[in-house]
């Protein structure tokens, strides 16, 4: 099973400011990375796929890079609807897995 | 515009027997994977369960045996079947879309909860 680690776990941000979130593999998964939000009482919606594909209507602000194992996102202005839980997801292998997420919180 | 509408969460005693369905609408069921992923209470996302278009199945290891995904594109429906429940199935259960490969959609969820 392929897992997956976040970095960090809680990150304090302020409004405007950058953010960025990390996630490595424990093995490479090529691009098959998928970023997701999750507001507290509400289902998770997907950001990013491929590792760098924007999904619909999610604003330019967000961004994801990177491949095999290390993968990030940027917030690069942060807005006060930014501020939630992330995880990232790889699909390249059976079982999908997770990374164990990172909230992102106001500072 | 895609709606996924879970159904069928409950309270249930340890290893008990629960079916959630899944009403999908706004999208081409047939040519859609699809799949289960949970999250317990205040933790993180579990991937459960997926079936492709050919109605290939996959399990999460911590599942296998005991729970059957499925599918009846007639009616544009998934389920999950739920065998031997444990006190650790307790989670919202969300109802996905995969597109095709990631999970591209989601449901609202559905709230198993496993005590006696």
């Known amino acids: 099973e392929i897992v997956m680690t976040q970095s960090p776990a809680t990150l304090s941000v302020s409004p405007g400011e950058r953010a960025t979130l990390s996630c490595r593999a424990s093995?490479?998964?090529?691009?098959?990375l998928a970023w997701y939000q999750q507001k507290a009482g509400q289902a998770p919606r997907l950001l990013i796929y491929d590792a760098s594909n924007r999904a619909t209507d999610i604003p330019a602000r967000f961004s994801g890079s990177g491949s095999a194992t290390e993968f990030t996102l940027t917030v690069s202005s942060l807005q006060s609807e930014d501020f939630a839980v992330y995880y990232c997801?790889?699909?390249?292998?059976?079982?999908?897995?997770f990374g164990q997420g990172t909230r992102l919180e106001i500072k | 515009e895609v709606q996924l509408l879970e159904s069928g969460g409950d309270l249930v005693q340890p290893g008990g027997s629960l079916r959630l369905s899944c009403a999908a609408s706004g999208f081409t069921f047939k040519t859609s994977g699809m799949a289960w992923v949970r999250q317990a209470p205040g933790k993180g996302l579990d991937w459960v369960s997926a079936?492709?278009?050919?109605?290939?199945?996959y399990y999460a290891d911590s599942v296998k045996g005991r729970f059957t995904i499925s599918r009846d594109n007639s009616k544009s429906m998934l389920y999950l079947v739920m065998h031997s429940l444990r006190a650790e199935d307790t989670a919202v259960y969300y109802c996905?879309?995969?597109?095709?490969?990631?999970?591209?959609?989601w449901g609202q969820g559905s709230l198993v909860t496993v005590s006696s």
């Open positions: 996905v879309k995969t597109g095709p490969f990631y999970f591209a959609y």
């Open positions: 079936i492709n278009t050919r109605g290939d199945t």
């Open positions: 997801q790889q699909y390249n292998n059976w079982p999908r897995t």
């Open positions: 093995e490479n998964i090529s691009s098959k």
